[in-house]
């Protein structure tokens, strides 16, 4: 199936980029509408979505594995960041990739300056933070 190469696919080449993907399994799942969620170790995938956007989902919800779920975050009040890393990762892939549909006007490639953005403004968040530390950042 698509959304099985799909996860394939994202893992195999996440892997070089962020490290081992650290669970036992993937499990995959699809449901019946709604939006893409993750969770350690699993993907949900809702039925219809669109052939052009299905590869990219895919491989966004997997870069969760690594991002909020590896790599966490707070997820009531920072959830930029980990979706921030995990898009910027799925669309690196995108490029590498070359067959996903990418647009400049309110598709993924908006999605992705948005969340370029959001990495800019946490990034700039976390330098305000470290200055004022008392002690130095390790």
Not at 34 to 51: A, D, F, H, L, S
Not at 52 to 81: I, K, M
Not at 117 to 131: C, G, K, T
Request: proline letters at 5%; charged letters at 15%.
């Amino acid at each position: 199936s698509g959304i099985l190469s799909a996860a394939k696919h994202a893992i195999a080449t996440m892997e070089p980029l962020v490290g081992q993907y650290p669970y036992p399994t993937y499990n995959l799942a699809q449901t019946a509408g709604g939006y893409g969620m993750e969770g350690p170790g699993i993907t949900w995938i809702p039925t219809g979505v669109g052939t052009a956007n299905l590869s990219y989902l895919v491989h966004h919800e997997t870069g969760h594995q690594w991002f909020y779920s590896l790599v966490g975050n707070d997820q009531a009040r920072q959830p930029f960041a980990d979706e921030a890393a995990t898009d910027f990762l799925a669309y690196d892939l995108a490029i590498t990739v070359n067959d996903w549909c990418i647009a400049d006007g309110g598709d993924t490639f908006a999605r992705y300056l948005v969340r370029m953005e959001e990495m800019r403004q946490s990034l700039r968040i976390l330098q305000q933070a470290i200055d004022v530390l008392d002690t130095p950042v390790v």
